[in-house]
């Protein structure tokens, strides 16, 4: 039996504080573009319930469930994250496109797999681009790093492929 959607934050919040430590949680925020210090509370506890209800209220708690996901994918996360997370990869939708779209046709197992997958070559990217920005010559960035974000960028495309066409099934 699935869990009530009510518990889902609840659940969440104490999966990142079992996690993730206060430092990561710092870091959490900000890739996820939220400011730390200007979440309420105090303790770790406090700042990931305030980091959830933060981004309920922006309709962004998909983002934050992917970076969990990609992060931690060994913790059992909540029932119902890896629905969460592809609404992330997704054009935006309304609420009740959202929930009928997640009631109607829930994530196979390849699908959630794919997901994760893109999430941690994203991440990858961004690191990546990040390096690469540390040089003031594109000339002088390292051949190896160049392939890598050729490659990396190609894998993403291949996911996103198989995904749309697993969606189309």
């Known amino acids: 039996m699935s869990q009530p959607r009510a518990l889902f934050p609840s ?32 303790g770790k506890e406090a700042k990931a319930r305030e ?19 990609s992060k931690r ?11 969460v997370a592809e609404l992330s990869a997704t054009p935006s ?12 046709r829930p994530l196979s197992e390849e699908q959630a797999s794919l997901q994760r997958q893109l999430v941690g070559l994203r991440e990858n990217l961004r690191l990546i681009e990040e390096r690469m920005s540390e040089f003031v010559e594109f000339t002088a960035v390292p051949l190896q790093l160049v392939k890598n974000k050729r490659q990396t960028e190609a894998r ?3 996911l996103e492929r198989r995904l749309a066409g697993l969606a189309r099934d």
């Open 51 to 69: 980091l959830i209800e933060h981004l309920v209220r922006r309709d962004q708690l998909a983002p934050l469930v992917a970076y969990c996901l």
């Open 156 to 158: 993403i495309a291949e």
């Open 93 to 104: 939708l309304d609420a009740a496109q959202t929930a009928s779209a997640t009631a109607i």
């Open 11 to 42: 659940r969440l919040r104490q999966g990142i504080t079992d996690a993730f430590s206060a430092e990561e949680l710092i870091t959490l925020c900000s890739d996820l573009g939220v400011d730390y210090e200007s979440l309420g509370g105090e």
């Open 73 to 83: 994918p060994r913790y059992p996360w909540p029932e119902g994250s890896n629905e």
